[in-house]
């Protein structure tokens, strides 16, 4: 049984910072891809950010050099780093594994709501 809690979000001013974590359980973060995706209202989910299971790393446009993803392999946990924050960056985070082939697997978490505003 696979559980993922996300956490860390919250209301932010734009250049802002925050850190979001994905507390995995059931699975091991070590042997799966593991990414970022986030939902804004009447806006399809996008993934934001993965980590492959060997350390590489994807960014969407829009964040790239702006978020990091990283792992704590002892806690089991995938981190977002985000900086530089933009208001368009409001949106439910998610975090998720995903499939070699790119699709994401059938369990999510409740998210963590990013609110960017001044």
């Known amino acids: 049984q696979v559980q993922l809690v996300e956490s860390g979000g919250g209301l932010v001013q734009p250049g802002g910072s925050l850190r979001l974590s994905c507390e995995v359980s059931?699975?091991?973060?070590?042997?799966?891809?593991m990414g970022w995706y986030r939902q804004a209202p009447g806006k399809q989910r996008e993934l934001v950010a993965g980590?492959?299971?060997?350390?590489?790393?994807i960014y969407a446009d829009s964040v790239k050099g702006r978020f990091t993803i990283s792992r704590d392999y002892a806690k089991n946990t995938v981190y977002l780093q985000m900086i530089s924050l933009k208001p368009e960056d409001t949106a439910v985070y998610y975090c998720?594994?995903?499939?070699?082939?790119?699709?994401?697997?059938?369990?999510w978490g409740q998210g963590t709501q990013v609110t960017v505003s001044s």
């Open positions: 059931g699975a091991s973060i070590s042997i799966n891809n």
């Open positions: 980590i492959r299971r060997a350390g590489s790393a």
């Open positions: 998720n594994g995903f499939h070699d082939s790119g699709s994401d697997y059938a369990y």
